[in-house]
């Protein structure tokens, strides 16, 4: 897992050592194990929210784990062209390369470490595939695809943009430099993420090494979501044991703790986990498909306006990549 990576860690700043006397380290509540599935043209993928009320979820919708897959010549696949609306779509690439066209002339290509931020607000056509030169060669394949809730008020804005390479994102350390942490929106410990985010939300990918533990300040009135990525290790005070492919539900409080098992598989011998809070909207969710709207009525008004051709037209050609960056639409 290269993502974001240093030669040294120890030179990056340091979350603050927590005082143990007031501190009150979130607890689990749930752990739930994604099921594996199919998703666009054929790629495999892990369901992490499957099974999570939505109300524990709260500002979040759904979170896809793309790959890990080593494909062989030709096997590399994407999505065909779909439409969004209502939601934010954060596209995270720890290996591999991915384009992403839309259909309001943005496009651009992302790879290790970077994210592609789109608020798709009032509507667009999208498309998401790997570059022809992967698909001839073949090659390693693993990302992440979060959908982050629109309040009402911003669910029919301009659609838009961000293109976050992987170096923008804030790095700093445990206080023993047993872990990585890239911090991509948010904030942690006052290091700022690049992400601009409608909803005050946090996210955070985090590697920790065998053996290491670490405690981390979280804004007591944000959720606390971890997605294991790869690896083993414990969670929460009472060290709850998870593994790749879990997602961890934490209870209320202002600190999380986890921390890597000593013994690790030979293929993730770290703990990679995905951190993810925000502070929750509490509306109504009409979720269908591509479109997270409020109502029923603005879910039918989406289709409508998907088949009327409103939220755009596929372009009669793939929009060329030159330095990476979406125009903005």
């Given at each position: 897992m290269p993502a974001v990576t240093v030669q040294d860690v120890l030179v990056l700043p340091r979350l603050p050592q927590l005082d143990q006397t007031t501190t009150h380290y979130r607890p689990v509540t749930r752990v739930t194990t994604a099921p594996s599935g199919y998703e666009g043209e054929g790629f495999p993928v892990r369901r992490a929210f499957a099974g999570v009320p939505m109300r524990e979820l709260d500002p979040?919708?759904?979170?896809?784990?793309?790959?890990?897959?080593?494909?062989?010549?030709?096997?590399?696949?994407?999505?065909?062209?779909?439409?969004?609306?209502?939601?934010?779509?954060?596209?995270?690439?720890?290996?591999?390369?991915?384009?992403?066209?839309?259909?309001?002339?943005?496009?651009?290509?992302?790879?290790?470490?970077?994210?592609?931020?789109?608020?798709?607000?009032?509507?667009?056509?999208?498309?998401?595939?790997?570059?022809?030169?992967?698909?001839?060669?073949?090659?390693?394949?693993?990302?992440?695809?979060?959908?982050?809730?629109?309040?009402?008020?911003?669910?029919?804005?301009?659609?838009?943009y961000q293109d976050i390479r992987g170096k923008e994102s804030a790095l700093l350390t445990s206080p023993d430099g047993g872990a990585l942490i890239r911090v991509i929106a948010g904030e942690i410990a006052g290091h700022r993420g690049p992400g601009s985010t409608h909803t005050p939300i946090t996210i955070s990918h985090v590697t920790v090494q065998p053996g290491a533990e670490v405690e981390l300040p979280w804004r007591p009135d944000f959720n606390a979501l971890l997605y294991v990525l790869g690896g083993r290790g414990t969670v929460g005070p009472d060290r709850r044991p998870v593994h790749t492919g879990q997602l961890v539900v934490h209870g209320p409080g202002d600190a999380l703790r986890f921390a890597a098992d000593r013994q690790q598989d030979s293929h993730t011998p770290q703990l990679d986990l995905y951190l993810m809070g925000g502070e929750p909207i509490r509306e109504p969710v009409a979720h269908y498909g591509p479109f997270v709207m409020n109502t029923r009525d603005e879910l039918i008004k989406a289709f409508e306006d998907y088949q009327a051709g409103r939220l755009g037209v596929v372009p009669a050609a793939r929009v060329p990549h030159t330095d990476g960056r979406s125009p903005r639409p």
């Amino acid at each position: 897992m290269p993502a974001v990576t240093v030669q040294d860690v120890l030179v990056l700043p340091r979350l603050p050592q927590l005082d143990q006397t007031t501190t009150h380290y979130r607890p689990v509540t749930r752990v739930t194990t994604a099921p594996s599935g199919y998703e666009g043209e054929g790629f495999p993928v892990r369901r992490a929210f499957a099974g999570v009320p939505m109300r524990e979820l709260d500002p979040f919708i759904h979170l896809d784990q793309m790959g890990e897959v080593d494909y062989a010549p030709g096997e590399p696949k994407g999505t065909a062209w779909h439409p969004h609306r209502g939601f934010e779509t954060v596209t995270y690439i720890i290996d591999g390369i991915f384009d992403h066209q839309d259909s309001h002339g943005g496009g651009g290509t992302i790879t290790n470490g970077d994210t592609q931020w789109m608020t798709a607000g009032s509507g667009l056509l999208h498309i998401e595939a790997p570059p022809e030169h992967l698909v001839m060669s073949g090659g390693l394949f693993h990302g992440l695809q979060l959908w982050v809730n629109l309040p009402r008020v911003a669910k029919m804005s301009p659609p838009r943009y961000q293109d976050i390479r992987g170096k923008e994102s804030a790095l700093l350390t445990s206080p023993d430099g047993g872990a990585l942490i890239r911090v991509i929106a948010g904030e942690i410990a006052g290091h700022r993420g690049p992400g601009s985010t409608h909803t005050p939300i946090t996210i955070s990918h985090v590697t920790v090494q065998p053996g290491a533990e670490v405690e981390l300040p979280w804004r007591p009135d944000f959720n606390a979501l971890l997605y294991v990525l790869g690896g083993r290790g414990t969670v929460g005070p009472d060290r709850r044991p998870v593994h790749t492919g879990q997602l961890v539900v934490h209870g209320p409080g202002d600190a999380l703790r986890f921390a890597a098992d000593r013994q690790q598989d030979s293929h993730t011998p770290q703990l990679d986990l995905y951190l993810m809070g925000g502070e929750p909207i509490r509306e109504p969710v009409a979720h269908y498909g591509p479109f997270v709207m409020n109502t029923r009525d603005e879910l039918i008004k989406a289709f409508e306006d998907y088949q009327a051709g409103r939220l755009g037209v596929v372009p009669a050609a793939r929009v060329p990549h030159t330095d990476g960056r979406s125009p903005r639409p």
